[in-house]
């Protein structure tokens, strides 16, 4: 029997014709979802087997290989490179990433003419955000700068799923410090950026995770208030402390009172106390004041002066 194989160009359009279908399937079945790509979100899913490339990559391929070992031993300088222990590279041949993840640390091969290779920088960066002009909750507008801890922890997904990880990443801390702190208000912003930072560390490290950066951490540096809004609260505190101390001088001198009155009661209750007391305050001047000169009544009289004249 004669097989009937079919041509590929039948194949092809065979096998795009299922995909509609497919793809039209799920469209009418109620409560299943189409289909959608994604981005790159691991390292197997940006490889893609080396067929792929066709025809025409396998020949440049080849071509490559042989270039490689006609030019021996010259073409081992371009071939071998080399990236530090804290870097990896990413290798692309023909404009697809080369299977096996990123390279590193150490030496690495690359074809020449058909593969080509970007270098990440796996240590931890140092972002500091630029102050940003913010309207807190209860209409004050402040200045914000902050420090933004982090590093790349996917060098394959940085490179394949955003176009400049770092820049994009400053861009997003600006806007998500715009954003948390429009929901504070004053107080909690000066009181409480401890609970801010970990807020924008935990926003930042959710969008960022996609683009293969981890957010370490976030610290706010300086909040700014305005000139007139320093003054009024310079003021309201140094008010509040001349109360604070008007509340103290009063409640001394009334514990004061109080401690006399009783003195005196006592005092008028034993004479014997008066006396002693007088005695008191005379050795008091003479030893202080050698120069005045007091002359003593008898106490008789004093307690005659001090009991009220009888009717």
């Given at each position: 029997m004669l097989e009937v194989t079919e041509p590929p160009n039948f194949r092809r359009a065979s096998l795009i014709s299922e995909i509609y279908s497919e793809t039209h399937?799920?469209?009418?079945?109620?409560?299943?979802?189409?289909?959608?790509?994604?981005?790159?979100?691991?390292?197997?899913d940006a490889e893609e087997p080396e067929n792929g490339v066709g025809i025409c990559g396998m020949l440049l391929?080849?071509?490559s290989w042989i270039l490689v070992i006609v030019t021996l031993p010259f073409s081992l300088c371009v071939c071998f490179k080399v990236v530090q222990e804290y870097e990896r590279a990413v290798i692309f041949r023909l404009g697809r990433?080369?299977?096996?993840?990123?390279?590193?640390?150490?030496?690495?091969?690359?074809?020449?003419?058909?593969?080509?290779?970007?270098?990440?920088?796996?240590?931890?960066?140092?972002l500091s955000v630029p102050p940003q002009e913010v309207l807190t909750k209860d209409s004050v507008t402040v200045s914000v700068d902050a420090v933004v801890y982090y590093r790349v922890s996917n060098a394959t997904v940085s490179v394949a799923n955003v176009e400049n990880a770092h820049h994009s990443t400053r861009l997003l801390a600006?806007?998500?410090?715009?954003?948390?702190?429009?929901?504070?208000?004053?107080?909690?912003?000066?009181?409480?950026?401890?609970?801010?930072?970990g807020s924008m560390q935990a926003a930042l490290d959710?969008?960022?995770?996609?683009?293969?950066?981890?957010?370490?951490?976030?610290?706010?540096?300086?909040?700014r208030?305005?000139?007139?809004?320093?003054?009024?609260?310079?003021?309201?505190a140094e008010a509040a402390r001349e109360a604070r101390a008007k509340v103290i001088a009063a409640e001394g001198e009334q514990k004061a009172s109080r401690a006399l009155r009783d003195a005196s009661n006592v005092i008028a209750d034993t004479p014997?106390?008066?006396q002693l007391r007088y005695l008191q305050t005379l050795n008091t001047i003479s030893a202080e004041k050698n120069s005045t000169i007091v002359f003593p009544l008898p106490i008789d009289i004093l307690?005659?002066?001090m009991k009220p004249k009888e009717e």
């Open positions: 399937t799920f469209e009418n079945v109620p409560g299943r979802k189409k289909p959608q790509f994604s981005a790159i979100t691991s390292v197997s391929t080849g071509i990433l080369l299977s096996g993840g990123s390279r590193g640390p150490g030496i690495f091969f690359v074809l020449p003419c058909i593969e080509s290779y970007q270098k990440v920088d796996l240590r931890t960066i140092t600006q806007t998500t410090l715009r954003n948390i702190l429009g929901t504070k208000n004053l107080h909690e912003i000066l009181s409480d950026r401890e609970s801010i930072s959710d969008a960022t995770e996609p683009w293969g950066i981890k957010v370490e951490r976030v610290e706010i540096k300086d909040v208030l305005p000139v007139q809004l320093q003054r009024a609260m310079a003021a309201e014997a106390a008066l307690n005659h002066i």
